[in-house]
């Protein structure tokens, strides 16, 4: 771990290597899991703000969820969160034959809305958990990614080159820079 600004990374996502293999996984850490995608306060009145423009673009089972549970709800643990469909897949995944795709990132995709998806989504596979005084920045190792890591380790990609647009748009690009920095001075032994 080292400090970076007001967060606390783990180099794990300077050292592990990770590519999205949809091909492989088929989306499936937006239908697996016991949660919805985490989200900011922030991030539940845009969901407010853009549903009716990304319903559209929604499943029948997706859109009911929605209109029964609300754009985002409070998880079990007290966290703001994506609605989920039957406790199961998030109430905005699509799907591309069995691919699971974002029915937000495709509305963004469209030009239809200027948001993309949920930053906790765009970051996977690293997590963010804010604390008063900073956020921790952590790896998250789940087994349905293990192709997304054997394809990263074959293209050389590590995790924080992987997710630079989402951590440019969490943390800044002034703080991806130092990151980038710290990166280059591990690997040099610095």
């Known amino acids: 771990m080292f ?31 016991d949660a919805g995608a985490p989200l900011s306060l922030e991030e539940t009145k845009i969901l407010e703000e853009i549903y009716p423009k990304v319903k559209p673009f929604l499943r029948k089972q997706g859109i009911e969820a929605i209109e029964a549970q609300g ?20 109430a905005y995944v699509i799907f591309d034959g069995k691919t699971a795709l974002c029915g937000i990132e495709q509305a963004y995709n469209q030009g239809i809305v200027d948001w993309k998806k949920p930053v906790s989504c765009h970051l996977y596979p690293i997590r963010v958990k804010d604390f008063t005084e900073f956020a921790a920045v952590n790896y998250d190792k789940w087994d349905i990614c293990d192709a997304a890591c054997s394809l990263g380790q074959e293209l050389e990609v590590p995790v924080y080159k992987f997710v630079k647009e989402a951590l440019v748009r969490r943390f800044g690009n002034d703080w991806y820079l130092e990151l980038e920095k710290v990166a280059e001075d591990l690997k040099k032994g610095l």
């Open 3 to 33: 400090q970076l600004g007001k967060t606390i990374v783990s180099e794990d996502i300077l050292e592990k290597e990770f590519v999205c293999n949809l091909s492989a996984c088929k989306g499936a850490c937006c239908v697996d899991g």
């Open 71 to 90: 754009t985002w709800v409070n998880g079990t643990d007290g966290d703001l969160e994506t609605p989920l469909i039957d406790n199961k897949d998030c």
